[in-house]
């Protein structure tokens, strides 16, 4: 191997690394979702509010404000 291929071993074993610190330390404070900006509040996690955490009241209903 040459020295290319072990810098970019490294690298991406870092991004993989700090990936997973990142989602444990997500899950250790009670984030039910990751990556859902709402994610603490949410009940059920996303899939118990279909995505809608972030948006809206009138998003959430199906309504279109650009009438």
Do not use: F
Not at 20 to 47: D, H, N
């Amino acid at each position: 191997m040459q020295w290319i291929d072990w810098i970019l071993i490294g690298a991406i074993a870092l991004i993989v690394g700090t990936a997973v610190v990142y989602i444990v330390k997500a899950k250790r404070s009670g984030k039910k979702c990751i990556g859902c900006p709402e994610s603490g509040s949410c009940q059920g996690g996303c899939a118990g509010c279909a995505g809608a955490c972030g948006k809206a009241p009138s998003e959430q209903n199906g309504e279109d404000d650009t009438h």
